[in-house]
């Protein structure tokens, strides 16, 4: 009983979450407060991080019974696991983080609804689409696991799968058929060893997606 309330968080968080992240709201802020725009993109940021605070709680709290603990070299290997997790989220990101936090749409008061950042392929991007989830996965189930660790654990695993999808459906809308093409080259969440970009491939969609942009 005393994890019902940790799984009502998550489920109100990830609804939140994902009804911000929509193009929907933001065309609706577009269209009924266009002075909001330049601040949503670092608001959204911000409540993100400020919402999980009530479920780490909650997760800390009543952690119900353990159920695993890493031991002995297990531990060193989890642990080295999250670490190289870890340096995977410093030299991932493809984007510009000013314009991902939404800092550079507040200085300069730009809104658009449209990406901000562009399409860019960093190296883990040639290997999985979304690698800060990869990354993010292994973090978590390398951790030791009580009651409410599973929960969470597994509620955001789900909600990182269907996140996935979701956040693309936005993706092939800003990048079109570039996108569609990088997705049939490139598992989603897990790395495949038969499946990625060699390094021209990449470069190559790149020069594509550039072109694409001036043509329009």
């Given at each position: 009983m005393e994890i019902?309330?940790?799984a009502l968080f998550w489920l109100i968080y990830f609804v939140l979450h994902s009804t911000l992240a929509a193009l929907g709201a933001k065309r609706?802020?577009?269209r009924q407060h266009p002075d909001w725009l330049p601040a949503y993109r670092l608001i959204f940021n911000i409540l993100a991080v400020l919402l999980l605070i009530p479920g780490a709680w909650l997760t800390y709290q009543y952690p119900g019974d353990a159920l695993w603990q890493w031991q002995g070299y297990a531990a060193w290997a989890a642990n080295g696991i999250a670490g190289v997790a870890l340096l995977g989220f410093l030299f991932s990101s493809p984007y510009d983080l000013q314009a991902f936090l939404g800092l550079r749409q507040w200085r300069a008061r730009?809104?658009?609804v449209e990406d901000e950042e562009g399409f860019r392929i960093s190296p883990?991007?040639?290997?999985v689409r979304h690698p800060w989830y990869f990354l993010g996965l292994l973090l978590i189930w390398t951790r030791d696991m009580n009651q409410s660790m599973l929960l969470s654990s597994s509620m955001i695993t789900l909600y990182l799968i269907i996140g996935s999808r979701l956040e693309e459906h936005k993706l092939l809308a800003y990048h079109g058929n570039v996108y569609r093409e990088y997705m049939a080259c490139v598992p989603g969440l897990l790395p495949l060893p038969w499946k990625f970009l060699r390094r021209n491939e990449a470069d190559s969609l790149l020069s594509k997606q550039k072109s694409d942009v001036i043509s329009q």
């Open positions: 019902i309330p940790l609706w802020v577009a730009t809104g658009r883990l991007h040639r290997f």
